[in-house]
């Protein structure tokens, strides 16, 4: 086709006006490029963080909402339900059978859950106050004071690894021994550096927990574990001291638990807590709806940690903003040079548009010249742009991701040695997704729900298919761009108007 | 029987000065024709008319027994009437054999070698390979305009319009440039018609057509 052989030979003898319009095309798609490839890794990186996101939702006491309620009921004159303890009476409790109905839910992926009561103990002695590093367990569990029924002890069951949320984030980490299995019916437990030292107990020794309202009543507990607390001494209980912990599995405790309640007097105070990991963002409101429907009193709300997600996740959307942004200004910017250069130049195509057509030639194929022209002049841009900007690009997102992935492998890493197991003794391959409250060490991997394949792929996401359409988009819309000028000139006039114009 | 026929030709500029006041003129294959009149009296405007470029405001063009207004005009231009502009019209970016190759391309005349028939021609008409070569602005105004007469035959049109193919020519070369045009016309049964100032060019063609008394007439 002669039109590509004229097109060539108009590229490549007006080489000055070529090379002005590619080096501002090569500019422009350089930008675009960078700008394109950050939106897109991420939009990327947000995406797999979402997908690998762990959703907890949690139940909370409305207490305020209890609180207007009472008040209400007393101003109304049923002294019944005034009082806190009747009123507590009337809402269903949270205890592990209500909470297993909870977690059989499509929506959850998995649950756990904790229970904790007060235990007396026999030969040990508690870690006082002023003997500790002042550092104190945190609020939540077992908020009842130090009154005389109250046990010495702290002790909490812990139905699977992740209801262990302590040694998940690294504030607490075993340093002999290691972790019980939370599966087991057996009586183990882990305890503290300090109240280790204070009774020079170690791994192996036998504990004796004695029910701090019956005496006769006494539990025995093998220490599997000593872990030391490197919490901030600024989370702290007036009344409980972290050092007077003793963590042990949901089925040893809930076993005490009930042997307790086989006399009234004897009856444990237990406190229920539990977290329910959703299948993903979208369902936290299906699932406290299911949860209503399930019967949960009104007074308790679902709390998610979706916040954090969306305040980590800020940055990065903020970056992607900026990206889309910035390519939409280069472009207007780049485009609104081009129709510039072009309309400087239309003299002198001007007098070539009024020539051919003068010699015959129709008004279609000098447009296809023209578009040919300026799509080979742009696409030559595009492609060296595309070049430049991805050699900056890559390198920079591919850090960026590159840290992310260490990041959360580091994390998988020293959960292992938080629970004192070593590395290889974990299980890699993530196990079925089933909602069990019982997880042993085996699941760890999925606490994180990582897999390390889908991390590595992503590095090679960056400049993808969708970067390069959007790129070659681009392009079309440069060159529908620059030809603009001379379609005006080619549609609108007649040769002989052209030709007798130019000046 | 007349190849080309204008009939109550009218043509006015937008200032509304009649340029072309009821031009009647036939022509026929096989001769050479010469339309003179003074700088000015609408020769150019006229050959604008006849190749198509503008429309009559009155009267009509007539081409093989068909209104030219009525019919595709870029291939009447491309395929059968061979135009040489006043002012050349040839692309300055393409060298003198590029520019009879694009016309040739633009009629899509079916010929092996078109560079080679492009070369052969530009001989004819005076230049030698090394100036075929060459771009157009790197030819003398004579030579560019032998470039523009080149390209007009380039692809066997049945009629020639020219518009002063000798104005910047010496005697010798006008003298060359006529008897192709001559040959054209009595060889080939083409229909050559040529403006000019020119008393000696005139002289060689068969018939002459005054545009200067044409007004007179009317007068
Ligand atoms: N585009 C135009 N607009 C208005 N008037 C024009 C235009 N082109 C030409 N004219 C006028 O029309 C008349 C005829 O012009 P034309 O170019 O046909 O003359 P010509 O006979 O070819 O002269 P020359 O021998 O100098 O080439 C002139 O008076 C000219 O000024
Ligand atoms: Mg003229």
Same mark, same amino acid.
């Given at each position: 086709?002669?039109?590509?052989?004229?097109?060539?030979?108009?590229?490549?003898?007006?080489?000055?006006?070529?090379?002005?319009?590619?080096?501002?095309?090569?500019?422009?798609?350089?930008?675009?490029?960078?700008?394109?490839?950050?939106?897109?890794?991420?939009?990327?990186?947000?995406?797999?963080?979402?997908?690998?996101?762990?959703?907890?939702?949690?139940?909370?006491?409305?207490?305020?909402?209890?609180?207007?309620?009472?008040?209400?009921?007393?101003?109304?004159?049923?002294?019944?339900?005034?009082?806190?303890?009747?009123?507590?009476?009337?809402?269903?409790?949270?205890?592990?059978?209500?909470?297993?109905?909870?977690?059989?839910?499509?929506?959850?992926?998995?649950?756990?859950?904790?229970?904790?009561?007060?235990?007396?103990?026999?030969?040990?002695?508690?870690?006082?106050?002023? *003997?500790?590093?002042?550092?104190?367990?945190?609020?939540?569990?077992?908020?009842?004071?130090?009154?005389?029924? @109250?046990?010495?002890?702290?002790?909490?069951?812990?139905?699977?690894?992740?209801?262990?949320?302590?040694?998940?984030?690294?504030?607490?980490?075993?340093?002999?021994? $290691?972790?019980?299995?939370?599966?087991?019916?057996?009586?183990?437990?882990?305890?503290?550096?300090?109240?280790?030292?204070?009774?020079?107990?170690?791994?192996?020794?036998?504990?004796?927990?004695?029910?701090?309202?019956?005496?006769?009543?006494?539990? $025995?507990?093998?220490?599997?574990?000593?872990?030391?607390?490197?919490?901030?001494?600024?989370?702290?209980?007036?009344?409980?001291?972290?050092?007077?912990?003793?963590?042990?599995?949901?089925? %040893?405790?809930?076993?005490?638990?009930?042997?307790?309640?086989?006399?009234?007097?004897?009856?444990?105070?237990?406190?229920?807590?539990?977290?329910?990991?959703?299948?993903?963002?979208?369902?936290?409101?299906?699932?406290?709806?299911?949860?209503?429907?399930?019967?949960?009193?009104?007074?308790?709300?679902?709390?998610?940690?979706?916040?954090?997600?969306?305040?980590?996740? &800020?940055?990065?959307?903020?970056?992607?903003?900026?990206?889309?942004?910035?390519?939409?200004?280069?472009?207007?910017?780049?485009? %609104?040079?081009?129709?510039?250069?072009?309309?400087?130049?239309?003299?002198?195509?001007?007098?070539?548009?009024?020539?051919?057509?003068?010699? !015959?030639?129709?008004?279609?194929?000098?447009?296809?010249?023209?578009?040919?022209?300026?799509?080979?002049?742009?696409?030559?841009?595009?492609?060296?742009?595309?070049?430049?900007?991805?050699?900056?690009?890559?390198?920079? %997102?591919?850090?960026?991701?590159?840290?992310?992935?260490?990041?959360?492998?580091?994390?998988?890493? $020293?959960?292992?040695?938080?629970?004192?197991?070593?590395? &290889?003794?974990?299980?890699?391959?993530?196990?079925?997704?089933?909602?069990?409250?019982?997880?042993?060490?085996? *699941?760890?991997?999925?606490?994180?729900?990582? +897999?390390?394949?889908?991390? @590595?792929?992503?590095?090679?996401?960056?400049?993808?298919?969708?970067?390069?359409?959007?790129?070659?988009?681009?392009?079309?819309?440069?060159?529908?761009? =620059?030809?603009?000028?001379?379609?005006?000139?080619?549609?609108?006039?007649?040769?002989?108007?052209?030709?007798?114009?130019?000046? | 029987?007349?190849?080309?026929?204008? $009939?109550?030709?009218?043509?006015?500029? *937008?200032?509304?000065?009649?340029?072309?006041?009821?031009?009647?003129?036939?022509?026929?294959?096989?001769?050479?024709?010469?339309?003179?009149?003074? =700088?000015?009296? !609408?020769?150019?405007?006229?050959?604008?008319?006849?190749?198509?470029?503008?429309?009559?405001?009155?009267?009509?063009?007539?081409?093989?027994?068909?209104?030219? =207004?009525?019919?595709? +005009?870029?291939?009447?231009?491309?395929?059968?009437?061979?135009?040489?502009?006043?002012?050349?019209?040839?692309?300055?970016?393409?060298?003198?054999?590029?520019?009879?190759?694009?016309?040739?391309?633009?009629?899509?005349?079916?010929? !092996?070698?078109?560079? #080679?028939?492009?070369?052969?021609?530009?001989?004819?008409?005076?230049?030698?390979?090394?100036?075929?070569?060459?771009?157009?602005?790197?030819?003398?105004?004579?030579?560019?305009?032998?470039?523009?007469?080149?390209?007009?035959?380039?692809?066997?049109?049945?009629?020639?319009?020219?518009?002063?193919?000798?104005?910047?020519?010496?005697?010798?070369?006008?003298? #060359?440039?006529?008897?192709?045009?001559?040959?054209?016309?009595?060889?080939?049964?083409?229909?050559?018609?040529?403006?000019?100032?020119?008393?000696?060019?005139?002289?060689?063609?068969?018939?002459?057509?005054?545009?200067?008394?044409?007004?007179?007439?009317?007068?």
């Amino acid at each position: 086709m002669y039109v590509f052989k004229n097109a060539l030979k108009s590229i490549t003898r007006t080489k000055s006006r070529n090379i002005l319009i590619a080096l501002i095309v090569v500019v422009l798609a350089a930008s675009c490029c960078v700008a394109l490839s950050i939106k897109n890794s991420a939009t990327n990186l947000i995406q797999s963080y979402e997908d690998s996101y762990e959703v907890e939702a949690w139940l909370g006491l409305n207490r305020q909402e209890m609180r207007f309620d009472m008040n209400q009921n007393k101003t109304q004159g049923n002294e019944e339900l005034g009082n806190p303890q009747d009123f507590m009476k009337n809402i269903a409790e949270l205890d592990v059978s209500s909470i297993k109905t909870y977690g059989d839910s499509e929506y959850v992926k998995s649950y756990y859950y904790t229970i904790q009561t007060n235990l007396n103990g026999s030969g040990i002695e508690k870690v006082s106050m002023e *003997d500790s590093n002042v550092k104190y367990m945190t609020g939540g569990i077992g908020k009842n004071g130090e009154s005389k029924n @109250v046990g010495d002890f702290s002790v909490v069951g812990y139905s699977s690894l992740d209801a262990m949320t302590n040694f998940v984030n690294g504030t607490y980490k075993i340093t002999t021994g $290691e972790m019980f299995d939370p599966v087991s019916n057996d009586n183990n437990c882990v305890i503290s550096e300090e109240l280790a030292e204070q009774n020079e107990l170690s791994i192996g020794d036998k504990i004796t927990l004695v029910n701090p309202n019956k005496e006769e009543k006494t539990y $025995e507990f093998i220490i599997t574990g000593i872990y030391s607390d490197n919490s901030e001494s600024s989370e702290f209980s007036m009344f409980s001291n972290a050092a007077n912990q003793i963590l042990t599995s949901y089925n %040893a405790l809930n076993a005490v638990v009930e042997n307790s309640s086989q006399e009234e007097e004897s009856t444990l105070m237990i406190q229920t807590d539990a977290r329910f990991k959703l299948v993903s963002t979208d369902v936290i409101e299906a699932f406290s709806k299911e949860l209503t429907e399930k019967g949960l009193s009104s007074y308790y709300t679902v709390s998610t940690n979706l916040d954090s997600l969306e305040s980590t996740l &800020k940055p990065i959307q903020n970056l992607s903003t900026f990206a889309t942004t910035f390519l939409i200004i280069v472009l207007a910017i780049g485009g %609104a040079i081009l129709v510039i250069i072009n309309m400087i130049n239309i003299r002198e195509r001007k007098y070539e548009i009024g020539v051919l057509r003068s010699i !015959g030639m129709k008004k279609h194929m000098v447009l296809g010249q023209f578009v040919i022209e300026t799509f080979m002049v742009t696409l030559s841009g595009i492609i060296i742009g595309a070049v430049i900007g991805s050699t900056i690009t890559v390198p920079v %997102a591919n850090k960026m991701l590159e840290s992310e992935i260490t990041s959360m492998e580091e994390e998988t890493n $020293e959960v292992n040695s938080n629970f004192g197991f070593s590395a &290889k003794s974990v299980n890699m391959t993530p196990g079925a997704n089933e909602a069990t409250p019982g997880r042993g060490k085996n *699941d760890i991997k999925e606490v994180f729900g990582g +897999e390390n394949v889908s991390y @590595v792929d992503k590095l090679n996401a960056i400049i993808d298919v969708k970067t390069i359409v959007e790129l070659i988009l681009i392009g079309v819309l440069l060159t529908i761009i =620059s030809s603009s000028v001379s379609m005006v000139f080619i549609s609108r006039y007649s040769p002989l108007k052209i030709l007798s114009s130019r000046t | 029987m007349s190849l080309f026929k204008l $009939e109550n030709v009218d043509y006015y500029y *937008d200032n509304h000065v009649k340029v072309l006041d009821n031009i009647n003129y036939e022509f026929e294959p096989s001769k050479v024709y010469a339309i003179t009149g003074k =700088s000015g009296s !609408g020769k150019t405007t006229l050959l604008s008319l006849m190749s198509g470029l503008d429309k009559p405001k009155s009267g009509k063009i007539i081409y093989n027994d068909n209104d030219i =207004s009525k019919i595709d +005009e870029d291939k009447y231009r491309s395929h059968h009437v061979g135009v040489v502009f006043q002012s050349f019209n040839l692309l300055p970016h393409l060298t003198a054999i590029e520019n009879v190759v694009l016309s040739m391309d633009i009629a899509n005349l079916k010929v !092996g070698n078109k560079k #080679q028939v492009a070369l052969s021609l530009l001989n004819e008409v005076g230049l030698d390979e090394e100036k075929a070569n060459r771009r157009i602005l790197k030819l003398s105004g004579g030579e560019q305009q032998r470039v523009a007469i080149a390209r007009a035959l380039s692809f066997q049109p049945e009629v020639i319009l020219a518009d002063e193919p000798t104005g910047n020519l010496d005697m010798h070369n006008e003298k #060359q440039i006529t008897e192709i045009f001559r040959r054209l016309a009595h060889e080939k049964n083409k229909c050559v018609i040529i403006v000019t100032h020119s008393n000696s060019v005139a002289a060689s063609a068969d018939v002459v057509y005054d545009l200067e008394k044409a007004k007179e007439n009317l007068a």
